[in-house]
């Protein structure tokens, strides 16, 4: 499970799709068929705002939750049995890069190898700025990516922060609608300057079929507020 796939801006810019090994896989699969129930893109902020400490507890939140039995139950009890799972970090415009790659999830064993790649140390992404219309571009270039079909696609987003490019979000979010997608929110709530991130991410970024969003009130509640949105999300 490689992570070292990184986006540009000029890609991001161009709506170029991916050209890994993994996207004609994904090419093939299609074709033949295969299918789950749900195609989910985990898109991380790990902006400036976000320090190390931090950045860890919320990988680590993250590689729990989605081994969590719960999450495991959700799964088993869709149609097929199976979702697909990419997790992508984020900051600026520029900068997203995925920590794990489109992974089908049918089982613990899946679901631990997907906990352990998150897990796993190094980064090549700068912590600069907050661009959620960004992480929003890379999810709409992932799920064009897809390796299988998918029954429903989701963006699931966390952040501490706004993105002030608000020309841009309303873009990026837009596109993503227009294909049907459903995107939900993770909102982290450590910012004594922003009291009403929640309340932005609810009017500025959800949107699509059955969103929402679920708040975290910091770090180490990520874990147990992530696992009440993926049962929601895979149900």
């Known amino acids: 499970m490689d992570g070292s796939l990184h986006f540009g801006a000029a890609a991001l810019a161009a709506g170029l799709t991916l050209s890994s090994p993994l996207a004609a896989e994904g090419r093939d699969a299609r074709a033949a068929g295969s299918t789950v129930d749900v195609a989910l893109v985990l898109a991380v902020d790990v902006s400036a705002s976000i320090d190390a400490d931090e950045r860890r507890l919320q990988r680590e939140g993250y590689a729990a939750a989605i081994a969590a039995p719960e999450v495991m139950h959700a799964i088993g009890e869709g149609a097929h049995g199976r979702i697909l799972l990419t997790v992508v970090e984020w900051s600026d415009g520029a900068n997203q890069e995925i920590r794990v790659p489109w992974t089908v999830v049918a089982g613990p064993d899946d679901a631990r190898r997907v906990a352990a790649a998150i897990l796993a140390p190094g980064s090549r992404i700068p912590h600069s700025t907050t661009s959620v219309a960004g992480a929003l571009r890379a999810a ?56 009403d991130i929640a309340e932005w991410y609810r009017d500025h970024v959800v949107g699509g079929p059955g969103a929402f969003v679920e708040p975290a009130v910091d770090f180490r509640d990520i874990e147990p507020a992530l696992r009440r949105k993926l049962v929601l999300e895979l149900t």
Not at 151 to 160: A, Y
């Open 140 to 195: 709409a270039v992932l799920l064009g990516e897809t390796p299988e079909r998918a029954e429903r696609r989701v963006v699931d987003i966390s952040g501490d922060g706004k993105d002030f490019e608000m020309a841009q979000v309303r873009a990026a979010r837009a596109a993503l609608l227009d294909r049907g997608v459903t995107v939900n929110a993770l909102p982290i709530l450590t910012a004594p300057d922003d009291p």
